[in-house]
């Protein structure tokens, strides 16, 4: 029988090992003596071991030495999943991708994404002090809704106090470069305070953080991203509350409210790289125009929850969620946002804002079957409205019409044991209802100007004033209706070994603002406009996993497609559009993790292999025949990490390697039978290795933490520099420095 957990506990149970095979730091053995591990956003209370899927849990002591090094739960996720790329070190993580697709970024369940016109800011929305653990789920999937096409990244807020009184934790920290500029110089200061007295419980919490200037190994300030935005050179705040009440010894109700908000400082402009020589974009102080680069999000959530409903478990949440992430502005004005009718042409200046606001609601029940209780069935309802828009904020234009989504999707899980629990069968179906509602518009002018050859020109070269938009865009409902499946088997012969096999269908919309804004042609109806369509893609999967001793490792190998994948490439003035094209991905993850005969010391070593192709013929024949470039698929990579645990003292030291790619296919043998130095040439990825090291100590009066963010100063430029916008030498940023940061916690 698996035993039920009280509703309180699906969000503070103790972690006592990964459902994945990277290194976990381990929990006290006594809180984490008898618990289930409830990873909450597979929306059921059996353990892991129970379903066909490959899931990692980053527990909160090695979520904390994680923030230490890197600052950032995006950062976390990536340096310990193999197949998750490396992050880009910028406010927006576009490209970022998990197994060569998007994942779903969600705060207990509630999604941070806005797909109708992704601003690719849904990593940072709230501040990692606030997050318990992580739940990683691999694979294109449908459990949380829209979105979940290369996994699920679920961050599960701090629990409600489990004693009477008062307790709490404080945080303080301090960042210095290398070199200990003061430019370079950060700090964060967090505090959360709970308290419990019978049923009622609140927590309450508040974290302030100054990043400064990031600088290259060679102690060279790195160029800001002014349009898409920086976390350097900023300012964060985060206000974090939860509110609990016990209505019987079985129900429960949460109220959880969250605001987070960062701002670039606006105090340095970037200042132009040569690729061709290997200098990397730099920045200088200077007034960049009109609003830095920020973005806010604000998200409430009520749930009731009873673990014994009739004999099962129902789960009920209701939530809202309002984003305004506002881009920075370049210093030179863009083509993009030319209007004559507004200003001369070249003179005009304008930024966007995306806006996005979501209402949903979840509801699960989830029950053995009474006579039969082999067999667990879980029924649901997900609902979202999620209304999204890009405005321009200097002129009042709007970049991008406001969107209407609306999705309504029953669900339904079985899972059956079998020869008692040697063999599970689990499967399920999801019915997503989607409506999008877009009103007639009108695309930007767009209005730029060609500079005339000076004569005598060898050839006729357009020029003059150019105007490819300003077209009349009949709006529409367009309705999609798909039956998304997933089934598997589990065999555990032993306790700790099993093997797995999956498939599961994940769903999403394309990046819908970039293409309406791109429309360029007239008698364009949005409602048989084909390139809104869904974005449907499959996880098959095969997995092993052995966790028994000293030994936790695992190995799965997945494939997936998608008829109409979502592809961005390199557009006008730096922006990216999105390709509707057929898209195929496979890969091979291997994990091992070892206690070695010394008392508290674990090894670690991870590999991960991708493949991405996709159809590039100009005329899709349904065929993949290039591979997906930099901008939509990681590298492969291995992890190596050694971390020690004893008494006070805890260390860890780990290294990801990123193996250098070559990009093939028909796209790259074009190039070069024409000599062209353009970009599946340049954008080869050449590889590099960094190290990170963290130390901790706790005394009588809190716990002290050192730790060194790329440890050997290696000088390099980071993967998505290094693998897109060849010709762009705003756009070619180096990778941080030796950074480090000396933490104090202190728990009451």
């Known amino acids: 029988m698996i035993r039920k957990i009280a509703a309180a506990a699906l969000l503070t149970t103790a972690l006592s090992s990964p459902a994945f095979a990277q290194d976990i730091a381990p929990v006290d053995a006594d809180s984490a003596a008898g618990e289930t591990i409830v990873v909450t956003a597979a929306r059921t209370i059996l353990p892991p071991n129970a379903l066909p899927l490959t899931i990692d849990i980053i527990g909160k002591d090695a979520l904390d030495q994680q923030l230490a090094i890197s600052g950032s739960v995006t950062d976390a996720v990536a340096n310990l999943t193999p197949s998750f790329s490396p992050t880009r070190q910028k406010l927006s993580g576009s490209g970022e991708s998990l197994r ?62 489990k004693d009477e009184g008062l307790s709490g934790r404080f945080l303080l920290q301090g960042t210095a470069d290398n070199d200990f500029s003061k430019a370079g110089m950060g700090g964060k200061a967090g505090g959360l305070v709970q308290y419990k007295a019978g049923r009622f419980d609140a927590s309450v919490g508040a974290t302030y953080e100054i990043r400064g200037v990031f600088s290259d190994a060679k102690g060279r300030p790195i160029g800001l991203n002014l349009t898409q935005g920086e976390t350097q050179d900023s300012k964060a705040t985060n206000f974090f509350a939860r509110l609990g009440y016990e209505l019987s010894p079985s129900a429960r109700l949460d109220l959880i409210a969250s605001r987070f908000e960062l701002k670039g400082d606006g105090d340095y402009v970037a200042v132009a790289g040569n690729r061709t020589l290997g200098i990397p974009t730099s920045a200088v102080r200077g007034n960049p125009p009109g609003k830095s680069a920020q973005s806010r999000t604000e998200s409430v959530a009520l749930s009731l929850t009873d673990t014994d409903l009739g004999g099962g478990n129902f789960v009920s949440q209701i939530f809202f969620n309002r984003s305004r992430d506002t881009f920075g502005g370049e210093i030179v004005t863009q083509a993009t946002f030319q209007d004559p009718a507004i200003a001369p042409v070249g003179t005009l200046f304008d930024q966007s804002q995306n806006r996005s606001r979501k209402l949903g609601a979840k509801f699960s029940y989830e029950r053995a079957v009474p006579g039969f209780e082999d067999l667990t069935l879980t029924i ?103 039956l998304l499946i997933n089934g598997g088997v589990i065999v555990e012969p032993w306790d700790g070994i099993r093997a797995y096999a999956s498939y599961a269908e994940g769903f999403t919309v394309p990046d819908i603002g970039r293409i309406t804004r791109a429309v360029n042609r007239t008698g364009i109806d949005i409602d048989n406009f084909l390139d809104i369509s ?82 590039s013929d100009a005329v899709p024949d349904g065929k993949v025949d290039s ?66 090291a963290y130390v901790r100590y706790q005394t009588g009066f809190g ?32 990778g941080r420095g030796r950074t480090f940061t000396l933490g104090w916690d202190y728990r009451f």
Not at 388 to 410: H, K, N, Y
Not at 554 to 577: C, E, H, I, M, P
């Open 100 to 161: 060569g697709r998007s994942p779903l970024y969600a705060i207990n369940g509630i999604p941070q994404s806005t797909p109708m016109r992704d601003g690719s800011r849904d990593g940072f929305t709230i501040d990692g002090f606030f997050v318990d653990r992580v739940e990683l789920i691999f694979g294109s999937n449908a459990l949380q809704g829209i979105g979940g096409t290369g996994g699920i990244v679920n961050q599960v807020t701090v629990g409600a106090p």
């Open 380 to 482: 649901g309802f997900d609902a979202l409205v999620d209304k999204t828009e890009q405005a321009l904020i200097a002129t009042g234009r709007r970049w991008v019409p406001p969107s209407d989504f609306r999705s309504l999707a029953p669900f339904g899980q079985a899972n059956l044991k079998l020869f008692d629990g040697v063999v599970r069968l689990a499967g399920g179906v999801r019915w997503e209802n989607v409506k999008i509602k877009i009103d007639d518009y009108r695309t930007l002018a767009s209005t730029t100007f060609v500079a005339c050859p000076a004569p005598p020109a060898t050839q006729p070269v357009p020029c003059g004033l150019a105007s490819y938009g300003g077209v009349a865009v009949a709006g529409g409902k367009p309705k999609f209706e798909d």
């Open 534 to 615: 869904p974005v449907v893609s499959n996880n098959r999967e095969i997995g092993f996993e052995v966790k028994r001793g000293p030994v936790d490792a695992s190995a799965a190998y997945f494939w997936s497609s998608s008829d109409k994948g979502q592809l961005l490439v390199t557009g006008a003035d730096r922006n990216f559009d999105v390709q509707r094209l057929r898209v195929e991905i496979q890969g091979l993850e291997v994990n091992l993790g070892v206690q070695t005969p010394i008392d508290g010391l674990k090894l670690n070593i991870g590999y991960a292999h991708l493949i991405g192709r996709f159809d």
């Open 627 to 692: 591979d997906l470039d930099g901008v939509n698929i990681s590298p492969d990579r291995v992890n190596l990490a050694a971390s020690y645990n004893s008494g006070p003292f805890s260390a860890r030291i780990q290294t990801q390697v990123y193996l250098k790619r070559r990009f093939d296919g028909k796209a790259r043998a074009a190039d070069d039978a024409r000599g062209s130095p353009l970009k599946l040439r340049d954008n080869d990825f050449g590889g590099y290795t960094l190290t990170d």
């Open 703 to 734: 716990g002290i933490s050192l730790s060194a963010q790329n440890l050997f100063n290696k000088q390099y430029i980071d993967y998505s520099s290094d693998t897109r916008l060849p010709s762009d030498q705003l756009s070619y940023f180096a």
